[in-house]
């Protein structure tokens, strides 16, 4: 029972443009959604994160959308860049637990 | 600033061998988390830690135990080796439950 979900399992932008990563979720317990980014061989590093009070967060490049009703949430990357060619994960909280559920990734390449 | 160290990096285990992967970390954490990652799947919860004398299962446990004996250390034991517990092995820590996780460099542990 996968309860975060990110069915695009790789995206390929150019460099400048935006990359736009999506993740849907099915448990409507979760109050706090964050992004994790990981290079290869590398453990995944803490990218930017959502309350369910709000439905943006914007970090320098990085926005987090997320649509509560529609159970969805976003991370755009604005401009891309060679150096965000990583592995996104997407993960959500449940409220007053401190365990994190992780999506499967998606794989984000950025062409030159 | 060392974060969260896990070793081995790498391992290679015979059928029914045992061992164990260490991690430490020097933030003076509370919480600790065991996840393992197999490929095309996201980060799934093995055992974690909110604190000192006090360890609970997560989403897949079999096959695994822990111990946390001091703030800083969280070992994770493979008792008897299995081909479905190769996998790269992730360790991470956390102040709590506002508050991201960061995670160590993980162990690519392959069992033949």
């Known amino acids: 029972d996968q309860q975060v979900k990110q069915n695009s399992p790789s995206l390929s932008v150019q460099e400048g443009r935006i990359s736009i990563l999506n993740c849907d979720y099915t448990n409507s317990m979760f109050d706090y959604f964050l992004w994790y980014k990981k290079y290869p061989a590398e453990g995944p590093t803490f990218l930017i994160s959502i309350s369910s009070i709000k439905d943006k967060n914007e970090d320098g490049r990085f926005t987090v959308f997320l649509n509560k009703s529609a159970k969805h949430l976003s991370l755009h990357i604005v401009p891309s860049q060679p150096g965000d060619s990583a592995v996104y994960f997407c993960?959500?909280?449940?409220?007053?637990?401190?365990?994190?559920?992780f999506g499967t990734g998606t794989r984000l390449t950025i062409i030159p | 600033n060392a974060g969260v160290t896990q070793t081995p990096k790498f391992r290679i285990l015979k059928i029914g061998q045992s061992m164990t992967l260490q991690c430490t970390q020097d933030?003076?954490?509370?919480?600790m988390y065991w996840y393992r990652q197999d490929p095309g799947m996201g980060l799934k919860l093995i055992y974690y830690s909110v604190g000192a004398g006090i360890t609970d299962k997560g989403e897949v446990p079999n096959g695994y135990n822990v111990s946390r004996s001091t703030t800083e250390d969280f070992p994770l034991r493979l008792e008897l080796a299995a081909p479905s517990q190769t996998s790269v092995y992730f360790c991470?820590?956390?102040?709590?439950?506002?508050?991201?996780?960061?995670f160590g460099s993980g162990t690519r542990l392959t069992v033949v």
């Open positions: 991470a820590s956390s102040q709590g439950i506002n508050y991201g996780y960061t």
């Open positions: 933030m003076n954490h509370n919480y």
């Open positions: 993960a959500a909280r449940v409220f007053g637990n401190e365990k994190l559920t």
